[in-house]
């Protein structure tokens, strides 16, 4: 049954009072925007002193930028391209795309990319502002350990998806906090909503949503448990629902058959998905220490949730911490596809934990709160953090070797129309916004292209339709940009011959190579 409005205030009053572990404490403000500052310098400094800001970020980096600027070209996802993630990350993206038409790729993907290190920034706030009543030590070591670890910084310094789902997360997590201001009412329509927007971006939102639809039926019942879901379904659908409805069986396929088919980590074992989860080479006792400790926090955190009461509407905020920490963690230790940049996807709720563990023992040796030991367990905490933040400050993936993006995107200036064979070429040549707006495009996504082509019926005697879209565009080229070997960077065998046939070999850049036509 649902429950009566005021009722609800008192009860979600008593759940701030019982929750308050400790008071605000002066200079808060400055040591969140000092994490918050550092957050954004250590993600996007190294892309600066690399020359990478507009260049090389990786695979998924790219693929995510082209989305936005095909969809900006008048090309719809599903319908005219793959794209096997749900369709915000292209609608994201868009703005980006126009800087990127309007000026270079180089200025829109460089751009996308100081968002992101915006967002990790916020991320870091928002960390911070639901540690703050467990004191300075507490907030230095849970967004502390997000603002600087490898685990977080890996995903936010590209165009990735897990940063926009840990942003929406938290932002559900803020509104829906034991001490929030907002109204129960507005509290649930917000976090519905943001809730909805993240699984625009990426389906693996679904995990959260599904604890955080528990912890609003738990304290505010089933009447606001509907306005919650009713506000994540209405946001989900202005985003994703133009797009189903212009190809809604492209759609299904590309976003659910494809990633239920996925088994790029099924070989990656445990040990090896702990250690992109610390994110530090580390020998397999030290790792094991490490991991039992992130299992202690989730464990502590979920039983000082449960400390205030036995009763669901009084669990506190900890508990629902926990609660998400260990369901995403738990679901990408087991997932059959991982990549290194997965465990973002969890970094956040395991250093909330963290962070309540550290206030609990700061409390613990300091009775009477005092100043003096917050500030002497803050420092230590730094010390920790040190050695933690030299690592992450570090630029994974690296620039490629022996290619000078400058030059590599001169050698194609000349041509309106250029082929790539992905899209991260399109980015480091700054070639794809000009060729798209020339009426000539290539392949968004070839590996996610070829994952949807390999689903049942798949008759593998026949040309796939990417490889005949290959050769078509090859033919509309006046120049390519390839890797070499052909075949190994996502070449079909036809378009390899189109290529070989009709153009000849400019120049070479480490695996890079320019081809022009005859």
């Known amino acids: ?84 993630h749900p369709p915000g990350i292209a609608v994201l993206m868009t703005p980006f795309a126009a800087l990127g038409w309007l000026v270079s790729d180089t200025v829109g993907i460089g751009s996308a990319r100081v968002f992101f290190a915006l967002l990790g920034a916020l991320n870091t706030v928002m960390i911070g502002l639901l540690l703050k009543k467990w004191g300075h030590a507490a907030v230095v070591a849970g967004a502390g350990l997000y603002a600087v670890s490898t685990a977080a910084t890996i995903a936010e310094r590209s165009v990735m998806l897990s940063p926009l789902l840990t942003t929406c997360t938290l932002l559900a997590l803020v509104a829906l906090r034991s001490d929030s201001r907002l109204h129960p009412r507005r509290a649930v329509t917000v976090a519905g909503a943001v809730l909805g927007l993240a699984l625009c971006f990426k389906l693996w939102a679904v995990i959260p949503i599904l604890v955080l639809c528990l912890m609003v039926a738990a304290r505010f019942g089933t009447r606001l448990l509907l306005r919650f879901v009713v506000a994540g379904a209405a946001a989900c659908t202005v985003v994703m629902g133009p797009f189903f409805l212009a190809s809604p069986r492209a759609m299904f396929k590309d976003v659910i058959l494809a990633q239920l088919a996925r088994t790029d980590g099924a070989m990656k074992d445990l040990s090896y998905r702990l250690g992109d989860f610390v994110g530090i080479s580390l020998p397999q006792n030290a790792l094991t220490a490490v991991a039992a400790v992130g299992a202690l926090a989730i464990l502590v955190s979920a039983l000082m949730g449960l400390a205030q009461g036995f009763k669901p509407g009084f669990w506190a905020d900890e508990f629902w911490w926990a609660a998400v920490a260990g369901a995403t ?46 500030a002497v367990a803050s420092a230590m905490v730094v010390g920790l953090l040190v050695p933690i933040g030299i690592h992450g400050f570090e630029l994974n993936p690296k620039p490629l070797p022996g290619v000078n993006e400058t030059k590599l995107a001169r050698e194609v200036s000349e041509y309106d129309c250029v082929f790539t064979a992905y899209a991260y070429l399109g980015v480091i040549s700054n070639s794809m916004s000009s060729s798209m707006h020339h009426g000539c495009s290539s392949i968004v996504d070839v590996y996610g292209t070829r994952m949807v082509e390999a689903l049942p019926p798949d008759e593998p005697w026949l040309p796939k339709p990417s490889e005949l879209l290959q050769v078509e565009q090859l033919r509309n080229a006046q120049a390519a940009v390839v890797g070499k070997s052909l075949a190994y960077y996502g070449l079909a065998p036809m378009a390899i011959e189109e290529l070989t046939r009709n153009f000849v070999l400019k120049s070479g850049q480490g695996n890079f190579q320019v081809w022009v036509r005859r």
């Open 329 to 374: 963690a738990a679901v990408l230790l087991m997932s059959m596809s991982f990549f290194d940049h997965y465990p973002n996807f969890t970094i956040a709720y395991i250093a909330l934990c963290l962070g309540v563990v550290v206030g609990l023992a700061t409390r613990a040796v300091s009775r009477r709160r005092k100043l003096l030991p917050q």
């Open 1 to 84: 049954m649902g429950k009566n409005p005021e009722v609800l205030t008192r009860q979600h009053e008593a759940v701030n009072r019982r929750g308050k572990v400790m008071p605000p404490v002066n200079g808060m403000a400055f040591v969140i925007a000092g994490l918050a500052a550092t957050a954004f310098l250590t993600r996007l400094v190294p892309l600066l002193e690399s020359g990478t800001l507009g260049g090389f970020r990786g695979y998924d980096d790219a693929v995510h930028y082209a989305a936005g600027v095909h969809l900006l070209a008048g090309s719809i996802p599903y319908q005219d391209f793959v794209l096997v």
